[in-house]
């Protein structure tokens, strides 16, 4: 058996095993502040690679970025009553703007500089937004707005998990107003298939597209539409989300045009947002037992060099070499991008930074010695394909020349090989054949293997129909995942009430 | 008399030309909350890019990006003295993590879900991260770190001016931590050196690089760097500073690593950081009686073609025209990066957009009607020479193509023509003969037409003696900006005490 980089495996505890990717990998760690995380250098630099990929297509669609205030008057959430229900209980609230001492050697708020009205820490910023839409919207020729904003949120969440569930998080959200409800939906479908897109070919993630029930939407919308990925243990995670929200923001928020008659008109808005929660997806879906796989669109470094240092006269002609190879590989051009390639010269042991970088996930690791040099070769470690078939490291010495003029094609190659995979895994996971609430049941009892998620169909029950469906779903631990946009027609009937389905639902635990 | 295009000139109010510019030009706008401003497309793509420049150039110097945490418990600051001092007079607080029903149709912050200890909104993160360090920092081989967040911070501040002072507003800040103090100076100064030469090379912003004296130093620093702009009304910005904290966090926070030898030492740390008060600095520096001119490298778009559309059959053919012409502009090359060309199809008339355009500050703007296309042509305009001698609007139409093959000159004429613009007012405004107090006194007496700052030479008092020399000048509303690195040795007696002077320092009104 393969002695893994890992403490612990997927197999043996999915959830201590994603901990330890997180710390292995040093992409983040506990801070001391409650529920909040420190993103590492290699953490943070994968999310500065998904701002850059998907900021390109946000601006490509048409939208701008702008900023916002953090802090948002508490009258302004009182105006929408769903939304502030459904964020009240998770909300960080500034109540003092300045601190004396406390006469023993310490801190506290000054009572005498208390705020007139307390002012709450973004938990998302329709408020704060659309009120700044009122401001600019006057005319239809004013529309549609289309903007974005890349940000920091506060959501007070009681049980926290790194990158997945956290009290401060960054995110993007994009924020549209449109002079009628169709264009306003055809936005809200355009950025939910941007995210599908995005997902697929920059992070390597299949994930399936489609609106949530109507007991998952966000608090104010009409209609919630996600984007899942499915983990390898079988659960679900919500790795981005659009919502129409029709006239209710314009509503609260007086958000008014003249149309084209000279008539005033509730705008209608929408909203989509995606978060550093994607780097959990990331995790686990590409994380083997040797640590992370990071696709190479997304990799702050693609092929990391590796000098076998030995403390000789001979080190010096061994980093030039590599130098040589690394502006090489930099001129290169793979996935639409110049390669990244780093030459790691830190002051530690060949094998330790092999290990590392094996953790970390870089899809290439290059590791030249005095040999290697020699025969003007460089030897090649794969991420996505470590182990031979014999279980031994697969590192392969090959002519410098040869693997300058594959690289692109290699790296190419490795995203899409790990899209692949997880496709496969995604489509072998999904139960097709369940026919009743009995089968549900079955699939997913105690001791048995999660089977991922079952497709079923469903009446779309509403109202207290509905309410009964979740109840039975969470007595089971489940959820209905979304509708998936491409899933086939209905054609029997309803798990849930036998009564004639109208469409088809993933049933699935979820993170 | 030209009519311009601001409602008021610089000469008449510089205060409210200021305000007119940001608000003319789209930059930014009042919230509704409490000293926070909303950021606009055009002032926001202004951040971006200098983000975008200024990144390259920290990540060049061998910084790593990373992300920390939004809140910092009390307790954290109460470890070093001199920096809550600092601070705590204009710290945001969080109590609370709950709203509930006020019982009047209103919320206010749950009783039952008060923090057990308050957390302050960072002003600036030198805790949370020395924190960090404390834990990554072990042995000589873990140093030197060289981490750098792009984060937003809060800072109470009673007045507030857009961009130049904001209770919100966005920075990055740096910090390191290496094994000797003099390795520490040297990274304090090299990021003094990224500052001065972005400044002058991306913005064409002018400044002054030195050391503040002893009562201007970052709360806890050891000493302070500031880069120093000169703005159109005389006074000064401090547009970025550098700070040497020698081991003051390091031993408030525990920041210990064993030597080569074995034993336990205390890392020397630095701090150093710019804001979007960079954009006020550009705004005062490059602005004119039109509205803001963007330097080519920061200008979110550096060339905009308005077609000249009528409503007519002819529209389609002069957008096709117009069209080709920004796929051409973007195969070009300038300063560095593609040609960012803009077609502005927007619903209002031409002239509007022109205007519109010129307030923003955009470096070229090209107009296309039927007769420019007919002759194969297009009209440009310059923003940094907008009139003709005789007082009009510079617009010459020119062959489409010689204005292709010369429009990367051309930006980069532009950038350097700011930037000798601007130096030359900077040189002109230092007044070097000054050689006593009442000379002080003279240069800035009531009346008197600001001289921009003075060069005068001091003994470089401490304590009681400077306290005397800050308050002689607090009661002219004048202080010390720094000490330039490059100036000339002194040679004389010290203006304020008479003794001989050690060197010189700029001397005069800031923001």
Redesign the interface.
């Known amino acids: 058996m393969i002695k893994r980089a890992l403490p612990v495996t997927r197999e043996a505890d999915f959830s201590a095993w994603y901990q330890s990717v997180i710390s292995e990998a040093d992409l983040a760690?506990e801070?001391?502040?409650r529920g909040?995380?420190?993103?590492?250098?290699w953490g943070?630099?994968i999310?500065?690679r998904i701002q850059r990929l998907l900021d390109d297509r946000i601006k490509a669609t048409g939208h701008?970025?702008?900023?916002?205030?953090?802090?948002?008057?508490?009258?302004y959430?009182?105006k929408e009553a769903e939304h502030?229900e459904g964020f009240?209980?998770?909300?960080?609230?500034?109540?003092?703007?300045?601190?004396?001492s406390d006469g023993k050697?310490?801190?506290?708020?000054d009572p005498s500089a208390k705020l007139e009205e307390?002012?709450?820490?973004r938990p998302t910023s329709e408020t704060?937004i659309g009120?700044?839409f009122a401001?600019w919207i006057q005319s239809w020729?004013d529309l549609p707005v289309l903007?974005n904003q890349w940000?920091?949120v506060?959501r007070?969440e009681m049980r926290t998990r790194m990158f997945l569930r956290t009290?401060?998080f960054?995110w993007q959200e994009g924020h549209t107003a449109h002079a009628t409800a169709a264009e306003a939906r055809e936005e809200t479908l355009k950025m939910l298939e941007v995210y599908r897109s995005f997902a697929e070919d920059c992070l390597a993630l299949p994930v399936v597209a489609g609106e949530k029930p109507e007991n998952e939407r966000f608090p104010g919308a009409v209609a919630t539409y996600s984007i899942e990925a499915m983990m390898q243990d079988g659960k679900a995670l919500q790795a981005g989300t659009s919502h129409f929200l029709g006239t209710n923001f314009a509503q609260a928020q007086n958000i008014r045009f003249q149309n084209a008659a000279g008539e005033l008109e509730l705008a209608n808005t929408t909203s989509w947002g995606v978060s550093t929660r994607m780097i959990g997806g990331v995790i686990m879906v590409h994380g083997d037992d040797d640590g992370l796989r990071v696709p190479p669109r997304i990799a702050p470094w693609q092929v990391v060099i590796v000098p076998m240092l030995r403390d000789t006269d001979e080190d010096a002609a061994l980093i030039d070499y590599c130098k040589a190879l690394q502006a090489d590989l930099a001129k290169l051009s793979a996935l639409g991008e110049p390669v990244r390639a780093l030459l790691d010269l830190k002051?530690?042991k060949a094998a330790t930074k092999r290990w590392g970088w094996v953790k970390k996930g870089a899809p290439i690791i290059l590791e030249v010695g005095g040999r290697d040099m020699a025969g003007g070769n460089v030897s090649v470690i794969r991420r996505d394909r470590l182990y031979r078939e014999d279980g031994k490291l697969d590192s392969a010495a090959v002519a410098q020349e040869a693997f300058t003029a594959g690289a692109a094609a290699m790296l190419e190659e490795i995203q899409g090989a790990l899209h692949v995979e997880a496709r496969q895994r995604l489509e072998a996971n999904i139960a097709r054949d369940v026919t009743d609430f009995t089968g549900i049941e079955r699939a997913f009892a105690e001791g048995v293997k999660n089977p991922g998620w079952v497709e079923v169909q469903w009446s779309k029950p509403t109202g207290p129909g509905l309410d009964k469906v979740v109840e039975r779903l969470k007595a089971l631990k489940l959820t209905v995942r979304n509708v998936p946009s491409d899933a086939a027609a209905a054609d029997g009937p309803c798990v849930f009430t036998g009564d004639p389905a109208v469409e088809r639902v993933l049933v699935g635990r979820a993170y």
């Open positions: 760690e801070s001391g502040v909040c995380m420190v993103i590492r250098p943070y630099g999310w500065e701008e970025n702008c900023y916002f205030p953090l802090f948002i008057p508490l009258s959430f009182e502030v009240a209980k998770e909300m960080a609230v500034v109540t003092h703007h300045r601190l004396i050697g310490g801190l506290t708020p307390p002012l709450v820490v704060v009120t700044a401001r020729r903007i940000a920091n506060v007070w009290s401060e960054l002051p530690a």
